[in-house]
C-alpha cells in the first residue's frame, strides 16, 4: 500500500482530550502520516502533553528571498523513561521529502520544484532547530518508518 502526503485530511477527536493543548474541536490532520501521529500522541502515556499547528517559526525563503511563517506540525511534552520531561517540536514528513533530490538524467520542471521544496524545507527546519533550542527544546523529523508505515 502506498500512502502519500495528500492521502486524506480531517478532524482528529482525541479519546483522552485533556492531553490536548488546544481545541480539541478543532485538530486537524493533513495526512495519513499526521493522523497516526496523532493517534500515538493520544495514546502514548509517556506523552503527557501535546498539540498541532500552535507553534509558529519565522524562517526567509532562499526561494524567494522572504520572510514566511512556519507553522511547525506538532509540539509534545514527554515523560523520559529516566523521568525527565521533555520538549519536541515534530515535523511529520514522507522521508522522500527529508533528502535532497537525487538529479536524473535531464532536469525537468518537477525536479526543479523539489529541489526549490528542498531548499524551503531545509530552511524550515534550521529556523525550528534554532527555535526550539533557544526554549530548551528539541526539533525532530518523523517519517512512515517511524510511525512503522511501510510503502
Avoid at 94 to 119: A, D, G, L, N
Wanted: hydrophobic share 35%; glycine share 4%.
Amino acid at each position: 500500500m502506498t500512502y502519500s502526503k495528500e492521502s486524506y485530511r480531517g478532524k482528529f477527536t482525541p479519546k483522552r482530550p485533556e492531553k490536548y493543548v488546544g481545541d480539541v474541536k478543532s485538530i486537524v490532520y493533513r495526512s495519513s502520516y499526521e493522523l497516526r501521529f496523532m493517534k500515538w500522541c493520544d495514546q502514548n502515556d509517556s506523552i503527557l502533553k501535546w498539540n498541532s499547528e500552535e507553534v509558529v517559526v519565522p524562517y526567509f525563503s532562499p526561494v524567494d528571498k522572504k520572510m514566511h511563517r512556519y507553522f511547525v506540525d506538532f509540539v509534545i511534552e514527554i515523560m523520559t523513561t529516566k523521568g525527565e520531561v521533555k520538549v519536541y517540536l515534530v515535523e511529520v514528513k514522507p522521508s522522500k521529502y527529508t533528502k535532497e533530490p537525487v538529479p536524473p538524467k535531464r532536469k525537468t520542471r518537477h525536479f526543479i520544484e523539489e529541489v526549490m521544496q528542498w531548499e524551503v524545507n531545509k530552511a524550515k527546519w534550521a529556523s525550528a532547530r534554532h527555535f526550539a533550542g533557544t526554549k530548551g527544546w528539541e526539533f525532530m523529523l518523523v517519517t512512515e518508518k517511524d510511525l512503522g508505515i511501510t510503502s
